[in-house]
């Protein structure tokens, strides 16, 4: 009964708010990844949009956005910024919305809202920062924070989440850090940074990397930094396929679900060509939120009814496919970690392998020193480490008003569904690795 009410109440709504809408609203955008978690979510919060939009307002002023087919290149004119495309918009040679990451919204402080910072809030703390309206203190919510920056700049766009995942994994390697199920000897930090590997490591982990080995050559633990960073494969190709040709001796990329979808798709995975310990924890990544961005011409054509449903629709997407990729996480892992045990072949099991407690303190460390230098980095501009000295200040006040709750809220990890049974004794936890 309430909820046969509900929905004559949001009829109603559209009703008397329709006559201020010119028009149903079809926004062609260019999308920017396939895999598992992002590509088919951003496509699940259009097809949500538009059929909400249609019943609360009707079929004339429904809001649909329509992916763009393929991946077409952002005209050079943009200078590979994908911001400056949106905000010329369609008719000036760019595109009118697109799905994108956080980090191009802006290079200097976008990664704060793309997956946060490392060893920082996770996804249920970050959504109070983003969507709080006193976040810092004040009346106004981290998401309007970032608004304000982006129309203080002109910057011509409206951004809006659409999509958020959980902690990625951190590293296919060919050797592991830590501790790992096959007992084999880690070679900690220390280690991984006198390797002569080319290492594919995104921003702000591969900063966060980099900053602590250079620590441990200032502190005379090792001799030399040896390993390096690239920032995508050459040409586009596979991580698989560079790890295979030598391109690459490692690489971050998503969370199980996605490395499923895009790392074990043909007869190679990186268990087959040499990099078969994958790690834990998502230290550099504690979520990921990926953004619609809609050029502010699209947008104020848009009526106030048709905004406020986006805007909510939105909302109600990060979670649901926060919640849809949650679940099926654990599977996951597990066709990852037997993908290969059937070949006969040991060389070639993946295993699962953990940062040492000590390197994760030296990479937390690391975190603090690369996100303070970067507010006076000189080789971002002055605009922009500006509103990255107030994004992080924000943060920080957010993190020091709440932090005391965080720590003491839940059970210690190692406790948590300890030596649980289902009434016909069936343990609810197997044998897999269990939270440290």
Known sequence: ????????????????????????????????????????????????????????????????????????????????????????????????AAYI???????????????????????????????????AGGQSSGLELMQSILDAR???????????????????????????????????LAGLCQQRWTLRYLPPGEYVLGKACDTLVAERVIAAKNIRFIAAVPGGGSLVEAVRSGQLQGFEFATPLDDVSQLFATADNPGTVG????????????FLITWMLINKDVWSSLSPAQQALTSSVARDHVLSSYGESMQRQGDALRFILGANRADSNRDNDIVLSEW??????????????????????????????????????????????????????????????????SPTGEPWLDDAPRDR
């Open 1 to 96: 009964m309430k909820q046969t009410s509900l929905v004559r109440a949001v009829i109603l709504f559209g009703v008397l708010v329709a006559s201020r809408s010119a028009s149903a609203a079809d926004i062609p955008y260019r999308s920017f990844s396939g895999s598992a978690t992002m590509g088919p979510q951003a496509e699940a919060f259009a097809a949500k949009l538009a059929a909400l939009s249609n019943l609360a307002l009707g079929s004339g002023n429904a809001v649909r956005f329509v992916k763009l087919p393929g991946l077409p290149p952002i005209p050079s004119r943009f200078g590979g910024s994908m911001v400056a495309a949106v905000a010329a918009g369609t008719n000036a040679g760019g595109f009118d």
């Open 101 to 135: 990451s956080g980090t191009d919204i802006n290079k200097a402080w976008g990664f704060i809202y793309n997956s946060g910072v490392p060893f920082g809030p996770r996804f249920d703390e970050f959504t109070g920062f983003l969507y709080g309206k006193a976040a």
């Open 154 to 188: 002109r910057q011509n766009v409206v951004a809006i989440p659409i999509v958020a995942s959980s902690e990625q994994l951190s590293g296919w390697f060919p050797l592991p850090l830590g501790n790992n199920d096959a007992h084999y000897r880690g070679i900690g």
């Open 275 to 286: 990099v078969r310990f994958v790690h834990t924890p998502g230290w550099h990544q504690e």
């Open 356 to 421: 040492p407690e000590r390197d994760q303190q030296r990479l937390s460390r690391a975190t603090n020193q690369v996100l303070n230098e970067r507010t006076v980095d000189p080789s971002l501009p002055a605009e922009d480490r500006q509103d990255l000295f107030t994004i992080l200040e924000t943060l920080r006040k957010y993190v020091r008003a709440n932090i005391l709750y965080w720590t003491v809220r839940g059970p210690r990890r190692e406790l948590r569904l300890e030596r649980w049974t």
